[in-house]
């Protein structure tokens, strides 16, 4: 299966299913074809797998970056630019980063800056990846002040998201990146009855789907590609406060588990949606196995501090909330409902 981003000239293909990364030669011929070397960028680990298996039909390397979220800085994509450049690559030349969304947007970035752009072609190899990091053009490194807070938009020349590569993913991180296909779901305004006929493959398709038509209308975020972000006020709070706190507390995706039925909650307490919406969140959810059960170690003040610097958020409560108009982005919400909405939500 294949879904287009259309983007004009800078259009791309997601190719999905299983075994779809034997593709690569032939994209590489058609999107790249004066492409001399690939660089293949990935952590040790990933490298080790089972499935690392890439054939691109030109001079090709395999460069590490370090494991996980950790080697999202600065330093790690300098280093990485010094061995490209040893390698002489020019500005036909290609990088292919293979990995979650930690590897494919520090290798998206390094393929923007280099020699100001090269060719990239992503392989995503984590649910999180496949459905949101991969698509879309998103790059972009850590600073000590916050995630993501360097990049640059550089569409792919190509993704691959292939299921093969999945079976080795840590259950954890596979049920945290079901949290982004969980916003998708709902974001589609599909009820959680019609869950159980759907397979692995069509939902990630339908995650994949949603993603590529709303880039596709709003590559730089200036309108409906906020919608994506829905779950992530809360989510992004939660995950921002328990990251201080400890490593391993609470995954990206889990946040944003909590925060798709935070913010039915709040659409609710705003008078924007009736207690259905809320039933059918919590219903998908549980569909997924992901809880929605937001921690209590935080305190409501903390909360809504975290929320009003979030970076989208323009130091402002900012939600993106269902209503009669559907999905839209709601600002200068009421400090006191979202206040009392936390304290009602953690019962
Ligand atoms: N660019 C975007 O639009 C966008 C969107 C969402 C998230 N992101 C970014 O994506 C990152 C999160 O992505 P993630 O959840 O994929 O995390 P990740 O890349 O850190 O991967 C999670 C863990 O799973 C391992 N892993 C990945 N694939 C594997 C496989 N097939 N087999 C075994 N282990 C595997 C990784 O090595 C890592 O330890 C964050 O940095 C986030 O900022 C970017
Ligand atoms: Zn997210």
Known sequence: MTI??????RSYDVAIGDGVRRGL?????????????AVIVTSPSLRAQPWFDFETGISQHVLEVPEGEDAKTLQTVEALLEKIASLGLSRNDILIAVGGGAVTDLGGFAAASYLRGIGLINISTSVAGQVDAAIGGKTGVNLSAGKNLVGAFHQPLGVFCDFETIATLPERERLAGMGEVAKCWLLEGRSAKDLGSQTSSELATMAVALKARIVSGDEREGGERALLNYG???GHALEVLSLAKSKDELRHGEAVAIGLSFAAHLAHALGRVGAE??????????????????????????LLEAMSHDKKAHHDLTFVLLGANGFEVVTGIDPDVVAKTIESFRG
């Open 4 to 9: 287009t981003v259309d983007l004009g000239a």
């Open 25 to 37: 030669k032939d994209l590489i011929a058609k999107r790249a074809p004066k492409a001399q070397v």
């Open 232 to 234: 992530h006020t809360f």
């Open 277 to 302: 919406v809320i039933a059918n969140h919590n219903a998908v959810l549980d569909f997924f196995g992901l809880s929605y059960a937001a921690p209590r170690d935080f305190s409501v003040e903390a």
